[in-house]
């Protein structure tokens, strides 16, 4: 079956927040034909890049009275407030309420309103992929959920989003609030960016301890991974296995497991564990709410490691890196 717009066609959609996501909904919206409002505080400068793009920009509070659907785009940790001071005075009854992560619904920071659509459409790429491969006639794939289905519509809503912003030309699939929500926050935490930047910084180190040059060390532990992951992307592991050499795989299949090994799995599954629980999202609230203290310090060690410094000053010798 053949996913098209037709459920939006006579819908207005606001979209609160203008950032890499918030753009790229709104133009591939818009280029899907779709009647598009951007709301956002008069005067910011995501303001007058909105402006700037032909968009109709209007207060967050306008822009949700005049809307049939709200696609909330801004970060986790305003959108609570964001939600009982400007959503839920003023969307309508009847209308749906997006979001392109269940964090908030699922840990229960924002309870919707009953009499409206709460739906989820999230593309598994980041905006800028959203929109490029919109520009190609391509499309990013989308999950996507119905949480509360107050019109009977919701489901048709939300696949009629995901095609507005391409992800019907590429892939949708089903899946509910808990579910992606916990996954997301699984894959980031332990493989995506605590995973892979730790097991970068480590091997870098101990190189490094070992007497090798940083600049080699660089090479081998952080600039070659686009490689491999690159094949991981295109094909998995076995067309990585396939572009690698024999002594590579070898050393693949002796030394990975003493890397990653049960025990780091057993570590996988308490994390898991405190992100089904809602001890991080508790957490990260409580964090949030103190000003970040914990955050900036562990942010400002990743931004002073010794591999930032060196790799700063390769990448400037890489003018191909810059060339886009």
């Given at each position: 079956m053949t996913v098209t717009t037709q459920a939006l066609q006579t819908s207005r959609i606001a979209i609160l927040g203008y950032g890499s996501q918030g753009r790229a909904h709104a133009l591939n919206l818009r280029d899907s034909g779709l009647d598009v409002v951007v709301?956002?505080?008069?005067?910011?400068?995501?303001?007058?890049?909105?402006?700037?793009?032909?968009?109709?920009?209007?207060?967050?509070?306008?822009?949700?009275?005049?809307?049939d659907l709200v696609a909330v785009l801004t970060p986790d940790m305003v959108q609570p407030k964001l939600y009982e001071e400007v959503i839920a005075p003023n969307l309508?009854?009847?209308?749906?309420l997006l979001f392109a992560h269940g964090f908030n619904v699922h840990f229960k920071t924002i309870a919707p309103r009953g009499d409206i659509d709460v739906i989820l459409v999230a593309p598994k790429g980041p905006g800028y992929l959203v929109r490029t491969e919109f520009e190609i006639g391509r499309g990013v794939p989308c999950l996507y959920a119905v949480y509360q289905d107050t019109t009977g519509e919701a489901e048709e809503r939300a696949t009629a989003y995901a095609a507005g912003l391409g992800g019907a030309r590429a892939l949708l699939i089903e899946t509910d609030f808990k579910?992606?929500?916990?996954?997301?926050?699984?894959?980031?935490?332990?493989?995506?960016?605590?995973?892979a930047s730790e097991l970068v910084q480590k091997g870098f180190e101990t190189l490094v301890e070992a007497g090798y040059r940083p600049e080699i060390a660089y090479y081998e532990v952080l600039h070659e991974l686009k490689l491999i992951v690159d094949l991981l992307y295109q094909g998995g592991i076995?067309?990585?296995?396939?572009?690698?050499?024999?002594?590579?795989?070898?050393g693949d299949y002796v030394s990975g497991p003493r890397v990653v090994d049960a025990a780091t799995k057993e570590r996988m599954k308490a994390i898991l564990k405190e992100i089904q629980d809602g001890t991080f999202a508790r957490n990260w609230t409580e964090e949030y709410k103190a000003g970040l203290p914990n955050y900036r310090r562990m942010k400002q060690a990743d931004l002073d490691h010794p591999i930032e410094k060196v790799g700063a000053q390769l990448r400037a010798k890489m003018v191909w890196l810059n060339e886009a």
């Amino acid at each position: 079956m053949t996913v098209t717009t037709q459920a939006l066609q006579t819908s207005r959609i606001a979209i609160l927040g203008y950032g890499s996501q918030g753009r790229a909904h709104a133009l591939n919206l818009r280029d899907s034909g779709l009647d598009v409002v951007v709301g956002l505080r008069p005067g910011g400068p995501t303001s007058a890049k909105a402006t700037a793009d032909g968009f109709v920009v209007a207060t967050p509070e306008d822009a949700v009275k005049s809307a049939d659907l709200v696609a909330v785009l801004t970060p986790d940790m305003v959108q609570p407030k964001l939600y009982e001071e400007v959503i839920a005075p003023n969307l309508k009854a009847g209308a749906a309420l997006l979001f392109a992560h269940g964090f908030n619904v699922h840990f229960k920071t924002i309870a919707p309103r009953g009499d409206i659509d709460v739906i989820l459409v999230a593309p598994k790429g980041p905006g800028y992929l959203v929109r490029t491969e919109f520009e190609i006639g391509r499309g990013v794939p989308c999950l996507y959920a119905v949480y509360q289905d107050t019109t009977g519509e919701a489901e048709e809503r939300a696949t009629a989003y995901a095609a507005g912003l391409g992800g019907a030309r590429a892939l949708l699939i089903e899946t509910d609030f808990k579910e992606e929500t916990e996954t997301d926050l699984f894959g980031e935490q332990a493989v995506l960016c605590g995973g892979a930047s730790e097991l970068v910084q480590k091997g870098f180190e101990t190189l490094v301890e070992a007497g090798y040059r940083p600049e080699i060390a660089y090479y081998e532990v952080l600039h070659e991974l686009k490689l491999i992951v690159d094949l991981l992307y295109q094909g998995g592991i076995t067309k990585m296995l396939s572009f690698v050499s024999e002594t590579a795989q070898y050393g693949d299949y002796v030394s990975g497991p003493r890397v990653v090994d049960a025990a780091t799995k057993e570590r996988m599954k308490a994390i898991l564990k405190e992100i089904q629980d809602g001890t991080f999202a508790r957490n990260w609230t409580e964090e949030y709410k103190a000003g970040l203290p914990n955050y900036r310090r562990m942010k400002q060690a990743d931004l002073d490691h010794p591999i930032e410094k060196v790799g700063a000053q390769l990448r400037a010798k890489m003018v191909w890196l810059n060339e886009a």
